[in-house]
């Protein structure tokens, strides 16, 4: 009751996701590679909690189910548009610091730098980041990255947010996708980040 009590005065849930908080007992690789021998991934057990959160919410009085959205930074950015493309309960997404296409960064040899937590068998062979993303469309999606981040190459992020403009114009809401790009940032989130996910989470989840 406690619990539930205090979500109700809260905007924003954050859960240990496994590897975190009170949960990072067993290391990323380990349980990486222990869920990938069993025929699992440690990005899907992540997105089945984060699933199950999104229940959580809606069975708390007082939380309106029409306005819950998803935001993350670098790890937490791709669970977010991957959560959002995957459960049509998140009505807007907010994502800083990750989006950039997977089969770009193997190209440029970027890809080593990303977590083992990401690795989802036979990906590259079926969808590009950028089509990942712009299943959320036509709901509103905000896309931040600055080109100085070794996670996020000019070329794969460019190839990821041409894919998002296509789905978002096939779904005829290209107004509903909002991208910042920062040439001159890295791999954090710039105050002029910060005002776009306000303005944007007003705009996507407001009264």
Known sequence: ???????????ALCIDLP???ERAGERENALSKALLWQGKTLFGAMLADLFGA????????????NRIGA????????????????DPR?????HLCCCADLATLVEV????????YMTVPGLLSAYRTGQIAGLV????QLACVGLLDPLTPELAVRRAFDDMRAAYQAANAPEA?????????????TPEMRAAVLSFLDRGLGR
């Open 1 to 11: 009751r406690g619990f539930q009590g205090a979500l109700q005065e809260c905007q």
């Open 19 to 21: 590897c975190f908080g």
């Open 54 to 65: 999104i229940d959580l919410l809606q069975g708390i009085d007082g939380v309106d189910p």
């Open 71 to 86: 935001m993350g930074l670098s790890m937490g950015a791709t669970l977010a548009f991957w959560l959002g493309a995957l």
């Open 90 to 94: 998140i009505k807007a997404v907010a």
């Open 109 to 116: 040899g970027a890809h080593e730098l990303h977590g083992h």
């Open 137 to 140: 469309a036509p709901r509103p």
């Open 177 to 189: 996708l909002v991208t910042v790009i920062d040439p001159a940032s890295g791999h954090v989130e």
